[in-house]
């Protein structure tokens, strides 16, 4: 039994901590846009694929930077209307 409650509490903490590892109430929506931006942020971070990115695009390194930076603002559009309870 304080296993579980070890394991519940150690979930909740690392919800709190990270946003991208959700929750029960996380829709599609929300997943995928944490998903985008976790992406976005890890090509910017990594020198060798934003090189990489740049040479396919045939752009600057600053202009894919600026670009993901851009994609990462609503990756996937505007949330979707919530229904009212």
Same mark, same amino acid.
């Not at 599609?28 to 846009?33: C, I, M, R, V």
């Given at each position: 039994m304080g296993d =579980?409650?070890?394991i519940h509490s150690q &979930?909740? +903490?690392l919800q709190s901590?990270?946003?991208?590892t959700g929750h029960a109430d996380t829709n599609?929506?929300?997943? &995928?846009?944490n998903q +985008? @931006?976790?992406?976005?942020?890890?090509?910017?971070g990594h020198a060798d694929m934003l090189s990489y990115f740049? &040479?396919?695009?045939n752009e600057s390194k600053a =202009?894919? @930077?600026f670009n993901l930076m851009e994609r990462m603002l609503q990756?996937?559009?505007p949330p979707p209307e919530r229904p009212e309870d």
């Open positions: =579980r409650y070890n &979930l909740e +903490h901590k990270y946003i991208g599609k929506w929300e997943w &995928l846009t +985008h @931006r976790d992406s976005c942020a890890s090509y910017m740049a &040479l396919a695009e =202009r894919v @930077r990756p996937c559009g």
